[in-house]
């Protein structure tokens, strides 16, 4: 069975950082490109960040360019969302979520921006 | 990378058919066919009904189908039941080597 399990999410002051982890399980982790995908509550869905299955690529919403780093462990199935420069538009659930054609999603992590 | 264009509602009695229309460009849904479609009901996580413009994971419904025309994707629901009620939102990748949604729409069982 597979499982993504999110972690890392908390309260952050806008300016500030925050280091978000996603475990994979029941699925050969390093031929899959995986995903962030953020949603506000009751709102939409929206795209943050890919990794390449071998790490040496990735790609990202233009919101997010410059400012946070997706990277991943293949060694330990984990994704990794390195988010820096904080605001609160940045409010949201973060998902974890393993490409097509499958798109397993994890529970989500909440990431909270205020002050 | 504008969202791609859903209708913000629909609905539908039960056993009717509907559509959801999602309107992207020809650096996305016009040039690729990487288009999936997700049903999400509240406080769920998204599930994919369908992948890759018109294909069906198993264990879906095969009331649920899809399309694409040019730069338009189309979910249709045939046979709505009760459970189908939730939003769906579609999503593609983009000549940018990204990933898109739709704004979602709401599915209403009248």
């Known amino acids: 069975e597979v499982q993504l399990v999110e972690s890392g999410g908390d309260l952050v002051q806008p300016g500030g950082s925050l280091r978000l982890s996603c475990a994979a399980s029941?699925?050969?982790?390093?031929?899959?490109?995986m995903h962030w995908v953020r949603q506000v509550p009751g709102k939409g869905l929206e795209w943050v960040s890919r990794v390449k299955p071998d790490g040496t690529s990735a790609d990202y919403a233009d919101a997010v360019k410059g400012r946070f780093t997706i990277s991943r462990d293949n060694g330990h199935n984990t994704v990794y969302l390195q988010m820096n420069s904080l605001r609160g538009e940045d409010t949201a659930l973060y998902f974890c979520?393993?490409?097509?054609?499958?798109?397993?999603w994890g529970q989500g992590t909440p990431v909270t921006v205020s002050s | 990378q504008s969202a791609l264009t859903q209708p913000a509602s629909v609905s539908g009695s039960p056993g009717q058919s509907i559509t959801i229309s999602c309107t992207g460009t020809?650096?996305?849904?016009?040039?690729?066919?990487?288009v999936s479609w997700f049903q999400q009901h509240p406080g769920k996580v998204p599930k994919v009904v369908i992948y890759d413009v018109t294909n069906r994971p198993s264990g879906v419904s095969n009331r649920f189908s899809a399309s694409k025309s040019g730069s338009t994707a189309s979910l249709t629901i045939s046979g709505l039941q009760p459970e189908d009620e939730a939003d769906y939102y579609c999503t593609s990748f983009t000549r940018s080597f990204t990933w898109v949604f739709g704004g979602g729409t709401r599915l209403t069982v009248l």
């Open positions: 020809s650096s996305d849904i016009g040039y690729y066919n990487y």
């Open positions: 029941g699925f050969t982790f390093s031929v899959y490109w």
């Open positions: 979520v393993r490409d097509r054609p499958s798109w397993d």
